[in-house]
C-alpha cells in the first residue's frame, strides 16, 4: 500500500516538472521572439490590434458622430461630437451589408441617426472605406466630400417625430399631427407639452413674413407661365429674397395654387399641390424624421419616411466641446 502510494507522489511530481519545465520554456522563447521583433513591427502590431477593436466597437456598439448642420439646434449644435448606441435598434453585420435583428424600435421622440435617402453612393468599396477611416479617427477625417471639398451627407442626425400609422400636415411652419386611429389633428407643440418633453422646436420664420413668402410663390408661377409680373408681386419677391431661410413650403404652395389655377387641365399641378396640402403618412415599418430647427433642415418633409431598416442608431451622449458634454434628449 505504501509502495503504491509512493508511486502515485512520484508520478504526479514527474508530471508536474515536465509542465512546469515546458511552461518556462514557452514562456522564455516569446520573451526572446519579443527582444527579436523590430520595434517598427511591433508598433504595427499594436496599431493593427487597436484599429481592430475601435472598428469592432463602432460597428456594433457604439459610433462617434459629428454634427455638420444647424438643422438639430438647439438639441444639437454644429461641430457637437457625440456617441451613437448602435447595438439598440440592431447594427449592421458589415458597413452598409444587412442588419442584426434587434427586440427594440425607434420610438417617437428619439434622436435618431439613419442613411440619408437622397445621398448618391460612389460605390460599396469607397463607401466601406469611408466608413472605416471615419470609424478609425472618431470622427475627425471624412473622405466623402463635394466638388466644394465639404462632407457630403451619407448619414443624417434628426428626431423620430412620426410613427407608422401617423399624419402630418404642416400650416405657415407648424406641424399638426393626426395619429393612427385618431380622427382629431393635434398641435405638435401641446402634444410635446402634455408629454413633458424639453427639447425646443425652432423656427427661424416670423409669422409676419408668410404674406410676402405666399405673394413671393405667386410672382414665382408668373414667371413660370412666361407671364409680366405685377410690382406688387415683385415687392414681395424682394421681401422673400431677403428671408435667410425661407418656408420652401409655403411658398411652392403659393405657386403650385396659381399655377393650377391658372391652368387647371394641368394634372402635374394639381398632384403636386396635393402632396403638400394633404401632407405626409408613414406606412407601416417606417419612421418619419424631423430636424428641431424646422426652417433650416433637410429631412422627412423633402424625402418621405425613412425606413426602420436604414435606422443604424441612437443619439446618446454628447463628448465634445467640453462645455456640451452630457446626455441627449
Same mark, same amino acid.
Given at each position: ?29 516569446? +520573451? ?199 410690382? %406688387? ?47 405626409? %403618412? ?31 442608431? +441612437? ?15
Amino acid at each position: 500500500m505504501a509502495r503504491t502510494q509512493q508511486d502515485f507522489f512520484d508520478r504526479l511530481q514527474s508530471v508536474t516538472e515536465a509542465y512546469l519545465t515546458r511552461r518556462n520554456r514557452i514562456k522564455r522563447i516569446k +520573451k526572446e521572439k519579443q527582444k527579436a521583433k523590430h520595434p517598427v513591427r511591433d508598433w504595427i502590431e499594436a496599431f493593427i490590434w487597436a484599429a481592430g477593436m475601435v472598428l469592432l466597437a463602432n460597428q456594433y456598439f457604439v459610433q462617434a458622430y459629428v454634427i455638420p448642420s444647424g438643422s438639430m439646434i438647439h438639441t444639437l449644435l454644429v461641430g457637437d461630437r457625440l456617441f451613437v448606441n448602435k447595438l439598440v435598434y440592431g447594427p449592421e453585420l458589415l458597413p452598409g451589408v444587412g442588419k442584426m435583428p434587434s427586440i427594440f424600435k425607434p420610438a417617437r421622440n428619439d434622436i435618431i441617426i439613419f442613411e440619408n435617402p437622397s445621398y448618391i453612393s460612389r460605390g460599396p468599396v469607397f463607401d466601406i472605406a469611408q466608413r472605416v477611416i471615419f470609424m478609425l479617427t472618431i470622427s475627425l477625417v471624412d473622405i466623402d466630400r463635394d466638388e466644394h471639398g465639404q462632407p457630403r451627407a451619407h448619414f443624417l442626425i434628426k428626431r423620430g417625430v412620426g410613427m407608422s400609422g401617423d399624419r402630418f400636415t404642416m400650416e405657415n411652419g407648424e406641424m399638426k399631427i393626426r395619429f393612427a386611429g385618431d380622427d382629431q389633428w393635434t398641435d405638435e407643440r401641446v402634444y410635446a407639452a402634455q408629454r413633458g418633453w424639453t427639447h425646443t422646436i425652432s423656427r427661424l420664420m416670423e409669422e409676419d413674413h408668410y404674406p410676402a413668402l405666399v405673394m413671393a410663390g405667386k410672382a414665382a408661377a408668373w414667371q413660370d407661365m412666361g407671364l409680366f409680373v405685377p410690382e %406688387y408681386l415683385q415687392e414681395a419677391n424682394l421681401q422673400a429674397g431677403a428671408m435667410r431661410y425661407p418656408d420652401f413650403l409655403a411658398h411652392e404652395k403659393a405657386r403650385l395654387e396659381t399655377l393650377r389655377g391658372a391652368m387647371p387641365h394641368n394634372r402635374r399641378y394639381a398632384t403636386r399641390l396635393a402632396r403638400i396640402s394633404l401632407g405626409w %403618412y408613414v406606412p407601416d415599418g417606417r419612421i418619419f424624421p424631423l430636424g428641431d430647427n424646422r426652417d433650416n433642415s433637410r429631412d422627412g418633409r423633402h424625402f418621405g419616411p425613412v425606413r426602420l431598416s436604414k435606422v443604424l442608431g +441612437k443619439g446618446k451622449f454628447i463628448f465634445w466641446p467640453m462645455q456640451r458634454i452630457g446626455s441627449i434628449r
